[in-house]
């Protein structure tokens, strides 16, 4: 059985070379085109698509949006972004919105159709460059953070101050805080540093300058 592919597309030219690169395909068939998510919802249950190619800035509702209340609806039909659009953020926002895939619309022909016949078998098609960003993400919140990046600018400015010796009552005026105030934020650091003491606390913080 072919794979039945509905297009959204906004743009008249893109398309019609759409349909036609998927009636090409003899492995896959072209059972919807349409140039709003609106229409396309309104045809959804009756072309019941394997595979929608989805372009995101539709007028009207958003391809984001459609690809939510596709999912909804027909949860096994997969969905694969196809955009000019780098953006990080839209890429995220398609991925958790449920599509499958996203590609750059100048992807060749050739790869298009093989990026169909992966999403409908269960892969992820993307662009490469759209997978370099996805991998930089992951691999960017996988790092903890050190210790001292877990620090605020004013726990650091406290700190900064006391490995340049001064007292707590002079950190409070040239900061113009309380006492108190910095007694509290003195606290927090020690917590985040994992010390107990104004010295262990000046040994890490200068430990962190050297290799910085």
Do not use: W
């Not at 839209?90 to 750059?104: K, N, P, Q, T, V």
């Amino acid at each position: 059985m072919p794979i039945r592919v509905t297009i959204v597309e906004d743009n008249a030219g893109m398309r019609d070379s759409l349909r036609e690169l998927v009636s090409r395909a003899p492995q896959l068939t072209c059972v919807g085109v349409h140039a709003t998510g609106e229409e396309a919802l309104r045809h959804f249950e009756a072309e019941a698509p394997d595979v929608v190619l989805m372009d995101i800035h539709l007028p009207g509702m958003s391809g984001i949006e459609c690809v939510v209340r596709m999912k909804v609806r027909r949860p096994a039909t997969q969905v694969l972004m196809l955009t000019i659009y780098e953006d990080s953020e839209l890429i995220f926002e398609s991925l958790r919105a449920g599509a499958s895939g996203y590609l750059l619309k100048n992807q060749p022909a050739a790869e298009l159709v093989q990026a169909i016949e992966q999403v409908h078998a269960g892969g992820a098609p993307m662009s490469m460059r759209i997978a370099r960003k996805v991998v930089a993400y992951f691999q960017q919140i996988s790092q903890p953070r050190s210790e001292m990046e877990q620090l605020t600018r004013r726990e650091q400015e406290i700190l900064a101050l006391l490995a340049r010796g001064y007292l707590y009552k002079e950190i409070a005026d040239l900061l113009g805080i309380s006492l108190s105030t910095v007694r509290t934020h003195l606290h927090t650091i020690y917590e985040k540093l994992h010390v107990q003491s104004r010295t262990e606390a000046v040994v890490k913080y200068l430990g962190a300058e050297r290799k910085s």
